[in-house]
């Protein structure tokens, strides 16, 4: 059994595709997520947190190693990780800790499609597995989730009978229980692959899909008819799909209840297994969704539908319950901010803030903005789609590369950011200001705001990263 004020244990739950604004503690009524909202009352809600790189495959590059998608060479989906970082999992593993994985970890394929070949699907044990050396019950990606699979150490796939988010929290819940009897801390991420699309009926238990089968849901209110003309081949809508987009977000309900089940199923284990007082755990999203706003689907784009996502820490006797932090908690800043809070070293190369006083309602000198950095086209080599952003408390500040279009928002004032600010002389001297900003984070990091088939042509082979970069 766990004994209180040991070295803290790590319980890192991130969903796929969550974005903040579907949670019930954010203020949607239509959402069912008593769970999650519970967690935001006993311990800190970072309310403005924010995917750094939105897509699935970036976000998990930064979240484990600090840095910044122009420095670990993530730029789009489907490429394989170079693994020479020095990673959350090595630290961790350094501390004697027992680091451990369970889900999807979408950084190992090198191939845009035939996902479930276990030459894509199987990450074998060693460096690139990241400094997760403990348990092992993973797959790179798949989106459909019943009668699934994950692997061990061999490429054989193990069956997940059921729903997968179900299965890999029996997992986890396995995990955990054998974890209490060990004297080790440890760290268990669990990449869970829902809500993400497919948003089918067939995608997600009917006892879920009929608690929402009945319900309207509206078209958001910046939805545009047109295409957004910055939107890759992932954005892009036909009139059919948009006809759909009710009926996705039926689906992408019932699939969140379904999350927050296993959620409360995670939590209940660890009081049970007496987990609770020695355990951080944080629930999260690697980014949101679109769902027609902004005239785009998907994510990798700087609106808040893609970029905000949920960021819950708890830690019981030590972060103030219902705390809310309103510091701008980007991907990159989470490494730091947890080995932080957890009293282990940060690397020196690691490009991220810590925030960790943020969590404890104690004043520090915290980031003026959070960097946003968009890379390309989704999972193509494709130019044309790069962008790059800031997010404040109060605004948003972008910038596209293709023709150098400026956007500029005020998130407060302005909710569904259907007001561009750039170019209104009242706003000249702010625009300004942000432009000035977003070159010295840019500088600072040597993003040079290159085209998406920069990085295919400096940096990969087939599809696999060869190279990295630190801070300069």
């Not at 604004?21 to 970072?46: H, K, M, V, W």
């Not at 460096?127 to 997760?132: D, E, N, Q, S, V």
């Not at 020695?278 to 769902?291: A, L």
């Not at 625009?431 to 977003?438: A, D, W």
Request: hydrophobic letters at 35%.
């Amino acid at each position: 059994m766990a004994s209180l004020n040991r070295t803290p244990n790590l319980v890192y739950v991130f969903a796929d595709q969550l974005r903040y604004q579907s949670c019930g503690y954010a203020g949607d009524t239509r959402a069912y997520t008593p769970n999650i909202d519970r967690l935001a009352t006993e311990g800190a809600n970072f309310c403005n947190a924010v995917s750094g790189s939105p897509m699935c495959a970036p976000y998990r590059a930064s979240l484990f190693t600090g840095k910044y998608a122009s420095s670990t060479g993530m730029a789009i989906n489907e490429l394989r990780m170079n693994p020479n970082h020095d990673c959350f999992g090595h630290v961790l593993h350094r501390n004697d800790y027992q680091t451990s994985y369970i889900g999807k970890w979408h950084l190992w394929a090198n191939q845009l499609g035939k996902h479930h070949d276990p030459q894509n699907s199987y990450i074998p044990r060693g460096p690139h597995r990241l400094g997760f050396d403990g348990e092992w019950s993973a797959y790179n990606f798949h989106h459909t989730y019943f009668d699934t699979y994950y692997h061990r150490d061999s490429p054989e796939k193990v069956a997940i009978p059921g729903y997968e988010p179900d299965g890999q929290t029996d997992l986890a819940i396995e995990y955990l229980q054998r974890a209490s009897a060990e004297n080790d801390p440890f760290a268990l991420f669990l990449s869970i692959g829902t809500p993400h699309d497919p948003w089918t009926p067939n995608n997600v238990p009917s006892e879920y899909y009929e608690m929402f089968r009945d319900v309207d849901f509206p078209l958001p209110p910046n939805y545009k008819e047109e295409n957004d003309p910055y939107g890759d081949t992932w954005a892009m809508m036909s009139a059919a799909d948009r006809a759909k987009i009710p009926e996705w977000m039926r689906v992408y309900y019932a699939m969140t209840t379904n999350l927050d089940w296993n959620i409360g199923r995670l939590l209940q284990a660890i009081d049970e297994f007496g987990l609770r007082d020695d355990t951080i755990f944080v629930f999260t999203s690697d980014h949101g969704e679109m769902f027609g706003a902004q005239g785009r689907r998907a994510k990798n784009i700087f609106y808040e539908e893609s970029v905000r996502v949920p960021f819950l820490v708890r830690w019981s006797n030590q972060i103030p319950q219902g705390h809310v932090a309103d510091s701008c908690l980007n991907t990159p800043d989470i490494m730091p901010t947890l080995l932080s809070m957890m009293n282990l070293p940060i690397p020196e190369d690691v490009e991220g803030s810590d925030l960790s006083q943020a969590a404890f309602n104690q004043p520090f000198d915290e980031p003026d903005a959070a960097f946003m950095q968009g890379m390309g086209c989704t999972a193509k080599w494709e130019d044309g789609y790069e962008w790059r952003a800031l997010r404040t408390k109060q605004h948003t500040y972008a910038v596209h590369r293709p023709d150098g279009c400026e956007k500029l928002f005020d998130n407060m004032t302005d909710l569904f950011q259907t007001h561009n600010l750039a170019g209104d002389p009242a706003s000249a001297t702010l625009q300004n200001n942000f432009r000035e900003m977003l070159k010295q984070r840019m500088d600072a990091l040597n993003d040079t705001f290159e085209a998406c088939t920069w990085y295919r042509d400096n940096w990969t082979e087939d599809r696999i990263i060869l190279r990295t970069a630190t801070l300069r």
